[in-house]
């Protein structure tokens, strides 16, 4: 980890190398469960002082906060049970106490006018979305409703249709 720089000050797991395309947002390393697990707290703890400090742009924040929390989750997920030191007792430590700091905000946030507006928001989007969908799906119906019967008839040794595309019988003649 030495040669990795902290992606944001006072959060020492989330670093990257040379480049930001190679950083790591659980850069915690293998440890037995228990040592992992306060490992995973004491990050916890840093990221949630630096997002209380205002360490985050306010649009960023949210960001950083999921990503850990994803990064963490995968980390749980891809380890294994074994008794082998891994990154599996901090990511515990880490959700775990994200978890009870959810649950003890949650006590004294009123998160109603914020997750009203939210749900609000994302159904707006869904609408808008849906009607832009018929909106583009009718045009295109409309652009080639006539020009599946135009292009069959239009071909040499083809049936005729009638306006519904049912066959007359006869043959088109070629044309020259």
Same mark, same amino acid.
């Not at 995968?74 to 030191?85: A, G």
């Not at 775990?96 to 905000?105: E, I, K, S, V, Y």
């Given at each position: ?7 944001? %000050? ?8 040379? #480049? ?8 915690? %390393? ?13 990050? $916890?703890? *840093? ?6 400090? #205002?360490?985050?742009? *306010? ?10 929390? *994803?990064?963490?989750?995968? /980390? ?12 599996? =007792?901090?990511? /515990?430590?880490?959700?775990? $106490?994200? $978890?009870? $700091? ?27 979305? /849906? ?7 009718? &045009? ?8 599946? /019967? ?18 007359? =019988? *006869? &043959?088109? %003649?070629?044309?020259?």
């Amino acid at each position: 980890m030495a040669d990795r720089t902290r992606l944001y %000050p006072g959060v020492s797991f989330m670093t990257h190398g040379s #480049g930001f395309t190679d950083a790591n947002l659980f850069d915690v %390393p293998d440890e037995d469960y228990f040592d992992g697990s306060l490992t995973g707290i004491k990050a $916890a703890w *840093e990221l949630l002082h630096a997002a209380s400090n #205002g360490d985050f742009d *306010e649009g960023v924040a949210t960001a950083v906060l999921r990503n850990a929390l *994803e990064e963490a989750a995968h /980390v749980l997920d891809s380890t294994s049970k074994s008794q082998v030191p891994s990154r599996r =007792g901090a990511a /515990v430590g880490f959700l775990d $106490a994200m $978890a009870g $700091a959810l649950a003890d905000a949650v006590k004294a946030w009123n998160f109603r006018p914020t997750l009203t507006r939210d749900i609000r928001g994302y159904e707006q989007c869904a609408a808008g979305l /849906v009607d832009d969908m018929k909106t583009a799906n009718a &045009a295109f119906i409309e652009s080639m409703s006539g020009k599946s /019967v135009a292009k069959r008839n239009a071909r040499p040794g083809r049936l005729r249709t009638n306006d519904s595309g049912t066959s007359f =019988g *006869e &043959a088109v %003649p070629a044309q020259a």
